[in-house]
């Protein structure tokens, strides 16, 4: 069946170091991984996503990297602000029911000033 | 733009009751999707609606239902709450005309039930 696995479930990192988070999908249809960032309070928030036919995305200090072969995508952020305190989701779809988006379990991100 | 809105933010209902929640997606969006998000089973897909239809669903039991108007607003009832429906209920708006368009969340509406 369609799973996401999500590690690790808790990350704290001082200011300025990178985070590092994992996603494992289950579905080899899946071919759409977006990322979410949700906010105490407040619903997800997109903050990077990819597609299968790319192997890496950059935007700013945030970079997604996505190994098709062995099912697993990777969420990178650089040069850590405490404002990048949060949980952080990733999503699996397929193409023929796109619009139902896989959750990983999450990772509550602590940066430490 | 106004974002995607959810009424009520806050609802307390008991057991065996019924609820409806209601969704607001952004101006132009003609595709609702509805989510639960327990801290135990995390966010799970309950149903996409796109042009008053389903178009997906998810595996939840059929208590839980949904529906979408013509102006795209979507609203889903619970049926004979049960305490594990305790949850925040998010709906997502996307455009709905390409695949793999980027989903936008609501604030959520949380549920309590007693």
């Known amino acids: 069946g369609e799973n996401v696995e999500q590690h690790p479930s808790t990350l704290s990192v001082q200011e300025g170091d990178s985070a590092v988070i994992k996603c494992t999908y289950s579905d080899s249809a899946s071919n759409y991984f977006p990322w979410y960032k949700q906010e105490l309070g407040k619903g997800p928030q997109l903050i990077i996503d990819i597609r299968s036919n790319v192997g890496e995305k950059k935007d700013q200090r945030i970079a997604v990297t996505l190994n098709k072969t062995a099912k697993h995508f990777s969420l990178h952020i650089t040069e850590t602000q405490p404002e990048d305190s949060a949980v952080y989701f990733c999503?699996?779809?397929?193409?023929?029911?796109?619009?139902?988006?896989?959750f990983g379990s999450g990772t509550r991100l602590l940066v430490r000033p | 733009k106004a974002g995607v809105t959810q009424t009520p933010r806050y609802l307390i209902k008991t057991r065996g009751q019924q609820v409806t929640l209601s969704c607001s997606p952004i101006s132009g969006h003609r595709s609702v999707s509805w989510y639960q998000q327990t801290p135990g089973q995390g966010l799970q897909f309950l149903f996409e609606?796109?042009?008053?239809?389903?178009?997906n669903k998810g595996n939840f039991p059929g208590r839980f239902s949904g529906r979408q108007f013509s102006n795209s607003r979507s609203e889903m009832n619970v049926s004979t709450l049960e305490l594990g429906d305790s949850a925040l209920y998010l709906c997502?708006?996307?455009?709905?005309?390409?695949?793999?368009?980027?989903?936008?969340f609501g604030p959520g509406t949380r549920l309590l039930v007693l």
């Open positions: 609606y796109f042009s008053e239809t389903q178009r």
């Open positions: 997502a708006s996307s455009p709905g005309t390409a695949r793999q368009e980027t989903q936008y």
């Open positions: 999503a699996a779809s397929r193409m023929d029911s796109s619009y139902k988006l896989i």
